[in-house]
């Protein structure tokens, strides 16, 4: 017996509350870039620049007695990853400090890495630093601008996909609920202050395929069945369309949040960043692909028949709750 977790033959109306969904999605976005002007973003080590250090010791590296022993010295963001390699030795364990850069500071001063180095040695006195490595600010404002750019490029790449395999329509639709989740994430980690940093902006880019994925699963059956259902409503075959499909998504973000939450509970610090940002990407994702994207090509119109020309206009808001 197969795993269903909605009925095969649902009936639901989507757009029951369109006004009122599309308009909790704008306000979101609206408070979401106010947090982000007023509160900013916790900008990581890879965007503020800072201190990479090396570590090898032949005692195990636990992340939680580094850490311990290095909050005292009040360094600001600290990232400690555990490095794994089948060429190193038994007894070789090596490790990656990573720290800011200082308020007021070009880059972390000798004595502040003096200072690590004898915090870290008081828990191995014989443990080496191989390398110490400095990321400055010009550095860390070009990788700021190359973040922008991918995600930029993304959108403009996937925009033109879209247009091209549907319609105008559809790609608008497409866009703004991928401008509506990135947003509502960004203001997100702007509110609780998660650490921002390159792994954050893969994670973006991550959200980007994911919700495009489901918002293509969606727009390819509504498609279809404007070509199927000819006379019918707009509104009624794009609640067909999300019904038919809604067993699909529920079931693929289903499985992927349950993937994800083993990670933000099992994962540890270094990647709990990067897995929130994915988890709450789907979460919008998922929601933005019927409540954003739909309701924009139910407001714009899309054509009824894909061998003529679109009629324009389409069913509007004003119509919706009729």
């Given amino acids: 017996m197969r795993l269903k977790l ?7 109306d989507f757009f029951k509350y369109a006004k009122a969904t599309f308009g909790a999605s704008v306000v979101a976005m609206i408070l979401s870039i106010g947090i982000w002007l007023t509160m900013g973003l916790n900008f990581g080590i890879d965007f503020l620049g800072g201190t990479t250090i090396r570590t090898e010791s032949t005692q195990a590296v636990d992340v939680g007695e580094y850490r311990a ?10 990232s400690i ?11 070789q364990h090596v490790a990656m400090v990573r720290i800011q850069a200082q ?27 191989p390398s110490v490595e400095s990321v400055g600010p010009k550095v860390s404002g070009e990788l700021i601008q190359t973040a922008l750019l991918a995600v930029g490029a993304a959108l403009a790449a996937l925009l033109v996909y879209i ?30 202050q998660i650490r921002f940093d390159l792994a954050t902006i893969a994670a973006l880019l991550t959200i980007i395929g994911y919700s495009i994925n489901d918002t293509v699963v969606i727009f390819d059956r509504l498609r279809e069945n404007l070509i199927k259902y000819k006379q019918r409503a707009l509104r009624d075959v794009m609640n067909l369309s999300a019904n038919e499909t809604l067993s699909r998504t529920l079931m693929t973000s289903g499985t992927t949040l349950i993937a994800l939450i083993a990670l933000l509970v099992l994962g540890g610090d270094v990647i709990r960043g990067f ?29 009824r ?18």
């Fill in 81 to 91: 990853t555990e490095v794994f390699d089948p060429t190193f030795d038994e007894d």
């Fill in 6 to 12: 909605v009925p095969q033959d649902t009936n639901f």
């Fill in 103 to 129: 308020e007021g500071a070009e880059a972390v001063t000798p004595e502040t890495i003096t200072a690590v180095e004898e915090a870290l040695r008081g828990l191995d006195p014989e443990m080496t630093f």
């Fill in 163 to 192: 247009w091209l395999r549907f319609e105008w329509q559809f790609s608008v639709g497409a866009i703004a609920a991928l401008v509506h989740d990135i947003v509502l994430t960004i203001g997100v980690f702007s509110l609780l």
């Fill in 69 to 78: 022993v290095l909050d005292p010295l009040g360094l600001g963001d600290v």
């Fill in 305 to 322: 028949d894909w061998s003529k020309p679109s009629s324009g206009g389409g069913t509007q808001f004003a119509n919706i709750d009729a």
């Fill in 275 to 303: 897995v929130f940002a994915i988890f709450w990407g789907v979460i919008v994702g998922t929601y933005s692909s019927i409540y954003v994207a739909k309701n924009v090509v139910l407001m714009i119109g899309v054509k």
